[in-house]
């Protein structure tokens, strides 16, 4: 691999106040992505992925060391500047799908572009084009209750796919899937990472999961214990 | 955005209906009472001035010195005199002298013995003149209840109650017995021609009301009499002109070395009435406070409840890139949609039976046992004024402002990453 990476991150801690000191969720992570890798967070329970992810995802805020998205320091940055870097470069993709029930598949993935202040013609084609992808264009007008699992964490890749954003954060996305429907949204990512050189970062227990990722990272009481490419 | 937010409302009853009817009630009162305590002034204002006070009233400074009852022996002078001036130089106004007595009136029968007797106040005005002003202004074609109006000098009517009370007769002839203008004893008859209720009851205890010409002549009180009285031809007391004709007029004419000479007073100047609105006006200005205090609290957890219930949404928008101040930046517009739609709704809701209370009124006289001083229908009625339109309204969309501003800091204090734990969930 080679260039400038899309994140790096050096000499990581973060630590949570406890009674009688301080907790190490996440101490000494040197790490560095490149534009559309397929990577993943594996590790037991509590080893600190959700926190490593949220971190990455200007959510919360390191003790020490520094993680640079596009070169740019993220402990630098005002909430403002935060809010800004997860508007315009980064998406999540939760355990939940997390739709906002109230309003239909459509207007859930077109709220990224209203906020963005894109004009009503690009953004009915955005949309439309990505649900397309997600195969969800016979869905438009349903709620998310009116949707299977599997439909509803697509309509929610949707809505992070729609904006083409640089980074996609997925906590764990298949926690709430069967098999197929597993298969169904990790072959939807998969091509978006290779079509539009999307990178993906995961946090998963999935074997499923794994089994598609290129690399793969393993954690334990926070730290790296494994770095490994695969499928390659 | 906001068609999204306002999508949002429309959608989640939770989020828009409980505020929306806690709006729409608290202005609902609001107005409801401003248009009852307007009205309950305006009728007031209204019956003083027909009654008592005029818009503006003349009378001697010595006179209006006095608060309650005006001797007949301070009266005004060269009455006809001071009307032409008035007339000439104030002609937005009507001028009209009246004069206010007491005394005994009795009833002898056949032999020219008394029969009945009894105190009466006296209001002597303008009755038998073609313009019929004094008869409207003291709407006195309504308020007879037997006989008929004077037609002719000598003939009173007497408040109905008074009547019945010494079971007179119509056409009876009555003896009033008063003091004259020089102090004399002086002695009257009349014919007692209708009787009428006031619709008083100060007055309607026991009271006559004669010609002014009559009067004069009983009394003695040559080109005199209590008072002269200003009413707006426009039917409406105007504060700022009242305040300037008065103070046009006793520029030229009060002089304070001659107590005969003329003072003219507003009627806010007059009693203690001027203090009376001004409570009236700070009554008004507490219930408002009082409600916007209690909606804004309501609303505080309202928008706290709902907040708890969006988090879900919250983070989600947080995650897409919406900042705090931008996420409650979007609460407060979407509680200025909620408290204009709920303060429009509740001024229509108030307006119907406020106007249905203008028209109608309800009869108060049960309630009241005595009145002194200023002078009340038995009718209380509310009034739809152009200030009820948003007496409400705009308390309405502040208070939802305010609680949507302290609830949406509650959220907006919430740390992001925390906001995300709900999301893990
Ligand atoms: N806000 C916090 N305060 C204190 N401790 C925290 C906080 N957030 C996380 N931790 C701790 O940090 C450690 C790592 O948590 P994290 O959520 O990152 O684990 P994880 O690897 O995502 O686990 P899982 O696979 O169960 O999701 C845990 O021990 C957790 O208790
Ligand atoms: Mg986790």
Redesign the pocket.
Known sequence: MSGEPIISIHHLNKK?P?AGGN?Y?LSQINLSFQTAEFAGLV??????????LNLIGTLDRASEGEIKILGKELGQLSTKEAAEMRMKVLGFIFQTHNLLPIYTVYENVELPLLLLKWQASDRHKAVMKTLDWVGLTDKVKSRPPQLSGGQCQRAAIARVMVKGPGIVLAD?PTANLDAENSHSVLQTMKRLNQELKTTFLF?T?DEKVIRYLDRKIT?ED?KIIEDEIQNK | MIFFLTKGLLRDKYRSLFPLIVVTAGVALIVLLQAWIDGATGNMIENTARFKTGHVRVTTQASAKQSRHIPIDLSLTEVEHWLSILRDRHSSLYWKARTRFGGILDFPDEKGETSAQGPVVGLAVDLLSSDGMERNNLNLKNALIDGRLPRNPGEILVSDLFFKKLNLRLGQSATLISTDMEGGMAVHNFTVVGSINFGIQALDRGAILTDLTDVQQALNMIDASSEILGYFKGGFYQKDDALHIAKTFNLQFQNFEDLFSPVMKTMREQDELGKMYDLYESMTFLVIAAFVFIMAIVLWNTGLMSGMRRYGELGVRMALGESQGRIYRSLLAESLIIGVAGSFLGTLLALIPAYYLQVYGIDVSQMIQSNQGVLLSNVMRAQVTPLSFFIGFIPGVFATFLGALISGFGIYKRQT?ELFKELET
């Not at chain 1, 590790?43 to 490593?52: A, C, D, E, H, N």
Request: charged letters at 10%; hydrophobic letters at 35%.
């Open positions: 949570f406890m907790f969720a590790g037991p329970s509590g080893s600190g992925k959700t926190t490593l764990e946090s227990h954690l926070g | 990453a």
